[in-house]
């Protein structure tokens, strides 16, 4: 039985790239894109999580031949993102606010969807810097 992923699906290469490799390696790939935003209009300014972003993302999706889902987000994103990065900067702060909607969304909430659809893996087209250890030797 093949191993089940959730891939969250942004609409840009490294999501795309990470569904296409996981598919391509034998996992039963699944495909995911939040809706944060109520956006009413296109814009020409390319931003984080718009509506071409989630079309993008779903045409992706179709022709990886995987299932897709959208999934609504804007209460949770509002309540935890937006609310405290007002909060914040009215304090003169200037919060980033991926840091917790990397914590509460993609990696909370999204990881409960995941689990919900039987998935046994949850994979971002985030990249990680990989840091490698060299061994210590004495001279001889």
Same mark, same amino acid.
């Given at each position: #039985?093949?191993?089940?992923?959730?891939? *969250?699906?942004?609409?840009?290469?490294?999501?795309?790239?990470?569904?296409?490799?996981?598919?391509?390696? /034998?996992?039963?790939? &699944? /495909?995911?894109? #939040?809706?944060?935003? !109520?956006?009413?209009?296109?814009?020409?300014?390319?931003?984080?999580?718009?509506? +071409? +972003?989630?079309?993008?993302?779903?045409?992706?999706?179709?022709?990886?031949?995987?299932?897709?889902?959208? &999934? +609504?987000?804007?209460?949770?994103?509002?309540?935890?993102?937006?609310?405290?990065?007002?909060?914040?900067? #009215?304090? /003169?702060?200037?919060?980033?606010?991926?840091?917790?909607?990397?914590?509460?969304?993609?990696?909370?909430?999204? !990881?409960?969807?995941?689990?919900? *659809?039987?998935? +046994?893996? !949850?994979?971002?087209?985030?990249?990680?810097?990989?840091?490698?250890?060299?061994?210590?030797?004495?001279?001889?």
């Amino acid at each position: #039985m093949k191993k089940k992923v959730l891939v *969250l699906m942004s609409g840009g290469i490294d999501s795309s790239l990470a569904a296409y490799i996981l598919k391509k390696s /034998g996992y039963e790939v &699944i /495909g995911c894109t #939040m809706r944060l935003f !109520l956006c009413k209009k296109k814009s020409s300014e390319k931003q984080c999580c718009s509506p +071409d +972003d989630i079309n993008e993302a779903q045409r992706t999706a179709q022709q990886l031949g995987i299932k897709h889902y959208v &999934i +609504d987000k804007r209460r949770v994103f509002e309540k935890y993102v937006i609310e405290n990065f007002v909060s914040e900067y #009215m304090r /003169g702060r200037t919060p980033n606010p991926c840091i917790i909607c990397n914590v509460k969304i993609k990696f909370g909430e999204m !990881l409960k969807f995941a689990k919900g *659809l039987g998935c +046994d893996f !949850l994979a971002t087209g985030h990249y990680a810097r990989i840091v490698r250890q060299s061994e210590v030797r004495s001279p001889k």
